[in-house]
């Protein structure tokens, strides 16, 4: 049985965009929690800048919804390829 492509893609970008937006307020509200996580996405992700302001987090977390969703389609198809 394979995987429903779109439905996984879905789900990865939904989780990753949260799990990014989540540590951004997180960090905006204690400074010190995530903010390595967050200086490396900022390195992965151009136009995306670790400075605490909201902006930035909104930012942050579409890139990685957009990241997640591309990731995880490509992840169901070579999984639905290889079974």
């Known amino acids: 049985m394979g995987l429903n492509i779109k439905a996984f893609a879905l789900a990865a970008g939904i989780i990753w965009g949260l799990a990014m937006l989540g540590v951004g307020l997180a960090n905006m509200t204690w400074p010190?929690?995530?903010g390595s996580f967050?200086?490396?996405m900022a390195s992965v992700?151009?136009?995306h800048v670790h400075d605490g302001s909201l902006?930035?987090?909104i930012i942050g977390s579409l890139y990685g919804a957009v990241d997640a969703l591309i990731g995880?389609?490509?992840f169901a198809w070579l999984y639905n390829l290889f079974t």
Request: charged residues 15%; aromatic residues 14%.
């Open 38 to 40: 967050l200086r490396v």
């Open 45 to 47: 992700y151009p136009g």
């Open 72 to 74: 995880g389609a490509v």
């Open 32 to 34: 010190e929690f995530g």
């Open 55 to 57: 902006n930035q987090v």
